[in-house]
């Protein structure tokens, strides 16, 4: 051991030394399940192990620890009473020099508002705060820095500026938004915020409209934390504005998606190389996705009303969702998302006239079907029920046949699968069979049977055993 020469010689007490490096302890802590360790050797344990090495409780990196004063003093005591025996004496630790405390910037920000939002440096330390746990986050959520931040981006998009100045806002306003999707908007403050201020939604609906991809991804995921619990009548209300930005963000996802060799990542970074490296500790291909799903989200629920689906038709959405869908990589999640939109933009004619101009509209539908989950099955074929029945039939008629629908509905019949899918796609065959039995590459002949047989499936059903 360093700090004894004549180990041999000298009895060392057992709780001196550190469960963990077998050495007489510097910097002794508690750790929550109390057992004492030397600070560097708890600290280096917990990057590789999240559990405490003696009791084997889970501990996360950013766990409390305790310093154990009265523990160090005795060793220090000891360590000065063997001094002539060759005992070096264990100096008193200090805090790491320079490491920013999140109570003291909560404390500052709290005291003196935008303005420390706006000095050089006070973002990037609550970022570095909010970084190292969740404890941190949940003190940063406690204290409302989610509001101030919120109010610092409503400043940094509102405010007139020479300029000069507008880099460095640009500058805080993405330190902002990164800080807010790390530490979230609490549900209790989510309901009332936009009520309480509007120009809330309108800065959030500029950033839709600016050019930085990674923002607007971050803007969306805040939008959806914001509109998650609020009063319908203003998702009812929506100013169009904010589904052209969203729109707009998922077609610039296709358009990444699409792209063979940078990924959203390393496209949104070369475009501003000096966002690299403060940008570098959030994963950019997760923040997307997340902001795909909030965008699906939002759009989901803001189609229950019929302006709004309008206003989507109007705005390209259908077109939009199909390409999506077809550039996706298969996520469940995505994919019942997007069936749900335009089941919903399926309920007005223009809705159903742009999936049939799409030339991949009928075709991703009906591959979905029997394909990602029953939820989805079902919202595909309630979209290719709706399309077939209010839209011209021969255009219909023919489509499903080129591309394959008549096929997988006779699939559905076919497969153990729910009842409700079958009675879907026993609906569709039923409306159009006298135009389907014309063409030559249908089974007329299975397609009866089918029929004929679910028919008969239906009446047992009814009558029991």
């Not at 409503?154 to 880099?167: G, H, P, R, T, Y």
């Amino acid at each position: 051991m360093d700090h004894v020469k004549e180990e041999d010689e000298i009895e060392i007490p057992n709780y001196f030394i550190c469960p963990i490096s077998l050495e007489i302890m510097k910097d002794p802590v508690i750790t929550v399940s109390g057992i004492t360790y030397d600070r560097e050797s708890i600290v280096k344990w917990l990057k590789k192990v999240p559990s405490c090495p003696v009791t084997k409780q889970p501990l996360p990196l950013d766990t409390d620890l305790t310093p154990n004063h009265m523990l160090r003093r005795l060793i220090q005591h000891w360590c000065v009473e063997n001094a002539t025996r060759g005992v070096v004496r264990i100096a008193t630790p200090r805090a790491p020099p320079g490491k920013p405390n999140v109570v003291e910037e909560i404390k500052k920000l709290k005291k003196f508002g935008h303005e420390a939002l706006g000095e050089e440096g006070t973002l990037k330390k609550l970022e570095v705060l909010a970084m190292e746990g969740e404890k941190n986050r949940r003190l940063m959520s406690e204290e409302g820095v989610h509001k101030s931040l919120i109010l610092f981006v409503v400043k940094c998009s509102c405010e007139e500026k020479e300029e000069e100045e507008q880099l460095r806002f640009k500058g805080l306003l993405d330190d902002s938004l990164r800080l807010l999707h790390l530490i979230g908007v609490p549900s209790n403050d989510s309901r009332t915020m936009l009520i309480e201020n509007n120009r809330i939604l309108e800065s959030l609906t500029w950033v839709l409209h600016q050019k930085d991809f990674i923002n607007k991804a971050y803007t969306i995921v805040l939008l959806r934390n914001l509109t998650e619990n609020i009063s319908s009548h203003i998702l009812e209300r929506l100013n169009p504005q904010v589904f052209k930005g969203i729109i707009g963000f998922l077609k610039d996802v296709v358009n990444n998606i699409n792209r063979t060799s940078p990924s959203v990542g390393d496209t949104v970074e070369s475009s501003n190389p000096s966002l690299g490296k403060t940008r570098s500790k959030l994963d950019h291909n997760l923040v997307t996705k997340q902001a795909v799903i909030a965008s699906l989200m939002i759009l989901l629920e803001a189609s229950s009303w019929s302006r709004n689906r309008t206003i989507l038709v109007d705005l390209g959405a259908v077109s939009g969702l199909i390409e999506l869908e077809i550039s996706s990589t298969g996520e469940k999640r995505t994919t019942e998302l997007v069936l749900g939109v335009l089941s919903r933009l399926c309920c007005c004619a223009d809705g159903r006239a742009e999936i049939l101009a799409h030339r991949g509209g009928i075709a991703v539908v009906t591959m979905r079907v029997l394909w990602v989950s029953p939820a989805a099955g079902d919202r595909a074929l309630s979209i290719l029920s709706t399309v077939s029945k209010f839209s011209p039939e021969n255009t219909v008629v023919e489509e499903m046949v080129d591309v394959g629908t008549v096929e997988k509905l006779c699939s559905v019949l076919r497969v153990d699968c729910g009842l409700s899918l079958k009675e879907k796609a026993k609906e569709i065959l039923r409306d159009h069979f006298e135009e389907w039995k014309k063409f030559p590459c249908v089974d007329v002949t299975l397609l009866t049977e089918l029929l004929n047989s679910s028919l008969k499936e239906h009446k047992n059903a009814r009558v029991g055993p």
